[in-house]
């Protein structure tokens, strides 16, 4: 944005979402609209954004927005988007005391927990989510039964699902306990439901799944439902990827 360009007031506050221009002129009138802290009330005032503060019933309006990294160990039981029309729980709920309008950077299905990164920084979102950037994401999958050497192989080769051939993946089994085995598995694609239908394609549907890694973050000091902000350092790693 140029700084230096004016706009009128109205326009300005139309401009962001505030009012229409027709009510905007109206909250000036009513004299809740304020320029650098003084109170303005005659109409086709001319501001610079960038420079000049303009608040509405004392809210500054467009000013700089902070950039927030938020890391959430998901719980299962909540979606990742905004809102849900069914009314379920989101992973939005989750987190208190962040004015920012932040989202979730990919997602996780409803029933998966784990690593779920939130930013309102959408040039780390795309640089992210970008194929070509092949961010790794590791998964811990339980499934009933022990899958052999064959099978394991299958997912590490590629396998081929209806949207085509998946990447080669890194796989290992990293625990049995009772008649279930924990697989692990590090994929850098980000097809929807991407695990579920990879270990389903050798025969092995998951009965829990959640993330444990994004590239070198992890979720280990925090319990479900918790959340941190990232430090400066891992957010300037993020953008290196
Ligand atoms: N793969 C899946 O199948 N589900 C997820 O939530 C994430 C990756």
Not at 68 to 88: F, M
Not at 102 to 108: D, E, Q
Not at 110 to 126: Q, R, S, V
Not at 230 to 238: K, P
């Amino acid at each position: 944005m140029n700084d230096k360009k004016e706009v009128r007031l109205q326009k300005y506050l139309a401009e962001h979402g505030v009012a229409s221009r027709r009510s905007a002129e109206q909250l000036i009138q009513d004299g809740r609209v304020s320029v650098n802290k003084k109170v303005v009330q005659e109409m086709g005032l001319k501001i610079q954004p960038g420079k000049d503060q303009v608040r509405v019933d004392n809210q500054l309006i467009g000013g700089t927005v902070q950039l927030r990294y938020i890391l959430l160990n998901k719980p299962s039981g909540y979606i990742c988007s905004a809102q849900d029309d069914r009314g379920r729980r989101t992973v939005l709920d989750l987190i208190d005391g962040v004015s920012e309008r932040i989202y979730p950077v990919g997602r996780l299905d409803y029933d998966t927990a784990g690593l779920l990164l939130l930013t309102n920084d959408g040039a780390l979102t795309h640089h992210l989510l970008h194929p070509s950037h092949a961010v790794e994401k590791t998964y811990l999958a339980e499934i009933e039964g022990y899958p052999d050497n064959r099978a394991m192989e299958k997912l590490r080769r590629g396998l081929r699902l209806r949207d085509g051939w998946t990447a080669p993946a890194k796989a290992n089994i990293v625990r049995r306990k009772g008649t279930t085995t924990w697989v692990e598995l590090t994929i850098h694609e980000g097809r929807n439901r991407q695990v579920r239908r990879m270990m389903e394609a050798i025969g092995f549907p998951v009965q829990r799944l959640k993330r444990t890694k994004l590239a070198f973050l992890d979720v280990k000091d925090l319990r479900l439902g918790e959340w941190r902000e990232l430090s400066a350092s891992e957010v300037q790693r993020l953008k290196k990827l």
